[in-house]
């Protein structure tokens, strides 16, 4: 990748993803359904960025979100942190 950044996403619901490994995707396109896989209670999202693709080797990265809604309020250049409730209206 252009700037040695891999997205991981985990716990999508089962045969949903729509997209293959690799593909660009846009703004707002259908990457898959949420789901609860894995040893959860609720459905959510797991996504981080990192620095190669083996995620045994990676780094994580920060990301940062230009509008996003955080337990019920918008924020802007903002970087979730765990226990926040993120929406998307």
Do not use: R, W
């Not at 896989?37 to 995620?55: A, K």
């Not at 994580?60 to 309020?73: E, L, T």
Request: glycine fraction near 8%; hydrophobic fraction near 35%; proline fraction near 1%.
């Amino acid at each position: 990748m252009a700037n040695n950044e891999f997205l991981f996403f985990a716990h999508f619901k089962q045969n949903s993803i729509v997209v293959k490994q690799g593909q660009k995707v846009k703004k707002g396109e259908l990457i898959g359904l949420c789901g609860n896989s894995g040893n959860s209670s609720e459905e959510h999202l797991h996504f981080h960025i990192q620095n190669v693709e083996d995620i045994n080797k990676a780094t994580g990265a920060k990301c940062y979100f230009d509008k996003i809604i955080v337990n019920g309020k918008i924020k802007n250049d903002y970087s979730p942190v765990k226990g926040d409730k993120i929406e998307n209206k």
